[in-house]
């Protein structure tokens, strides 16, 4: 929330982009506190298409509800995924960021053994959390969505080809 510029105390930030009379882009920000609240608004204009982007194009294929596979936001640089969905009679689409930010906070405050680690990877199997009691595991500086392959630790080249699930896996 604070690379949105928003104000100490925001918990939810929405967005509205429109365009004006006079046929510019521009964007609308509240941002709502804990108790939903308005705390702070601005507007100004915006370069920003959503149309152009994966989770607009998502909600208008698979309605009622699109969910993306992780990515990093445009608004904010942080990691995190979108549930979209249509707007009646195509007017447009509604879009929720969902942060994974919360999943990484998580794993650094569970204890671990001297020698664990806890990764939690996608269906691509790109990093999307960790957490390591010991620097074996190469993942201390790995920055989110890199492949489990690319990290130089033997340890891990085995989740590369590792595929959870049912009983059909």
């Known amino acids: 929330i604070?690379?949105?510029?928003a104000p100490e105390g925001t918990r939810y930030a929405l967005r509205t982009i429109s365009r004006s009379p006079a046929g510019e882009r521009e964007e609308a920000w509240q941002f709502w506190s804990d108790q939903r609240e308005v705390i702070a608004s601005r507007r100004g204009k915006t370069d920003y298409h959503p149309t152009q982007r994966p989770w607009y194009g998502g909600a208008k294929q698979a309605?009622?509800?699109?969910i993306t596979e992780p990515y990093?936001?445009?608004s904010s640089?942080?990691?995190?995924?979108?549930?979209?969905?249509?707007?009646r009679e195509g007017v447009g689409v509604a879009g929720a960021d969902l942060s994974l930010s919360a999943?990484?906070?998580?794993?650094a405050g569970t204890a671990l053994?001297?020698?664990s680690a806890i990764v939690v990877l996608d269906r691509g199997?790109?990093?999307l959390a960790y957490h390591s009691a010991s620097s074996a595991y190469g993942?201390?500086?790995?920055?989110?969505?890199?492949p489990i392959s690319s990290v130089p630790s033997p340890h891990l080249a085995v989740l590369g080809n590792w595929r959870g699930g049912g009983a059909d896996d």
């Open 139 to 146: 993942v201390g500086a790995v920055a989110a969505l890199t």
């Open 77 to 87: 640089q942080a990691l995190g995924l979108t549930v979209s969905s249509p707007l």
């Open 2 to 5: 604070a690379a949105l510029g």
């Open 113 to 115: 053994t001297p020698e």
């Open 103 to 107: 999943l990484q906070r998580f794993l």
């Open 63 to 66: 309605p009622p509800v699109a």
């Open 72 to 74: 990093i936001f445009a």
């Open 125 to 127: 199997n790109r990093i």
